[in-house]
């Protein structure tokens, strides 16, 4: 079965940075694209980020500049690095990939930015 467990949201302040991680398995990680989305409260989910398995990658307009997006396919794990975070980037952010790209997630993890 494939899982996907993400981790380490938690409470910032503006202006500060934390790292994502996604841990996937049930799948060929490696030949896998990958990709971050977020939600917050009341709205609906939004694209973060993506990456292919060659490297390639794809941030959408609000973070672009701020975030960035990796993968460690030996550890079947992909990250995704936010700094200079502002309160609007708070939300829940959840990992998807594999052949069920979009259907597969993970449980999410909160991101609460906040003075």
């Known amino acids: 079965q494939v899982q996907l467990a993400e981790s380490g949201g938690g409470l910032v302040q503006p202006g500060e940075s934390l790292r994502l991680a996604c841990v996937g398995s049930?799948?060929?990680?490696?030949?896998?694209?990958m990709g971050w989305y977020r939600q917050a409260a009341g709205k609906e989910r939004e694209f973060v980020a993506g990456i292919f398995s060659d490297g390639t990658t794809y941030y959408g307009d609000h973070v672009k500049g701020r975030f960035t997006i990796s993968r460690d396919n030996a550890k079947n794990t992909v990250y995704l690095q936010m700094n200079n975070l502002k309160t609007e980037d708070t939300a829940v952010y959840y990992c998807?990939?594999?052949?069920?790209?979009?259907?597969?997630w993970g449980q999410g993890t909160l991101v609460n930015v906040s003075s």
């Open positions: 998807t990939g594999g052949k069920r790209l979009l259907e597969d």
């Open positions: 049930g799948f060929t990680f490696s030949s896998s694209k």
